[in-house]
């Protein structure tokens, strides 16, 4: 069965503070992997994507990584914000079965001052 | 238990004309948005509404496109002289928002899917 899982579920930081985030599938077969960021009631806004070839792509504060020989990856964000505080949510695409999306059940992450 | 259930799971279609498509959230899920993903996009926000407050309709693309979320559960989201463009998968997501000490807290589910073809 295709899965992603993400953790922690939910998680609280000090404003300055790194972190990390985590999302394990089991997708196959693999396209590729996004990160996104969503506020409440507000679009999804995408991090990053990853193919199968990348390992490693930043985006400003934002670093994510791919393993995909483990099937896992990792958000890192950097020196946070209180402007951070939204849901991550990691979403594996497989368009070799129909252009299949499988969501994960995202992160919450508050940043606190 | 049930999760966000959408139907159908495939439509194909010809340009022009108008398709509907149903979402069943969770049962007690006060938020329910739209997305849709067309190939080798990301997701693109369509509608969102939450309680018994004006849906944020700010994601639709055209006024082609409209939704309605009947006694604040089933929505549909209907497209009206369907285009080419308009081929993407469909994404329903439901959520119980709540808070804690003026924080905000959610978890959407997203349902399947409906796949559209605009032949």
């Known amino acids: 069965k295709n899965q992603v899982e993400q953790s922690p579920q939910s998680l609280i930081i000090l404003e300055g503070k790194n972190c990390t985030l985590q999302?394990?599938?089991?997708?196959?077969?693999?396209?590729?992997l996004r990160w996104y960021k969503q506020d409440t009631g507000r679009g999804p806004v995408s991090l990053t994507i990853?193919?199968?070839?990348?390992n490693t792509k930043s985006n400003g504060r934002y670093t994510a990584t791919l393993d995909a020989d483990t099937k896992q990856s990792s958000l890192h964000i950097t020196a946070s914000q209180l402007s951070d505080s939204a849901s991550y949510i990691c979403?594996?695409?497989?368009?070799?079965?129909?252009?299949?999306?499988?969501f994960g059940g995202g992160t919450r992450l508050m940043v606190k001052p | 238990g049930a999760g966000v259930s959408q139907s159908p799971s495939n439509k194909v279609t010809e340009k022009g004309k108008d398709v509907e498509l149903r979402c069943d959230p969770i049962?007690?899920?006060?938020?329910l948005y739209w997305y849709r993903q067309s190939l080798g996009q990301g997701l693109e926000f369509l509608i969102y509404?939450?309680?018994?407050?004006?849906?944020?309709k700010s994601g639709l693309p055209s006024d082609r496109f409209s939704a309605e979320r009947t006694g604040g559960s089933v929505s549909t989201l209907t497209i009206q002289r369907t285009q080419q463009e308009d081929s993407a998968v469909y994404l329903c997501?439901?959520?119980?928002?709540?808070?804690?000490?003026?924080?905000?807290?959610?978890?959407?589910?997203f349902g399947p899917g409906t796949r559209l073809l605009v032949l």
């Open positions: 049962s007690g899920h006060t938020a």
């Open positions: 979403v594996v695409t497989s368009y070799n079965a129909g252009n299949m999306l499988t």
């Open positions: 990853m193919t199968f070839s990348e």
């Open positions: 997501a439901s959520s119980l928002i709540v808070g804690d000490s003026g924080a905000v807290w959610e978890t959407q589910y």
């Open positions: 999302c394990n599938y089991t997708v196959s077969p693999f396209s590729n």
């Open positions: 509404f939450q309680g018994n407050s004006a849906p944020d």
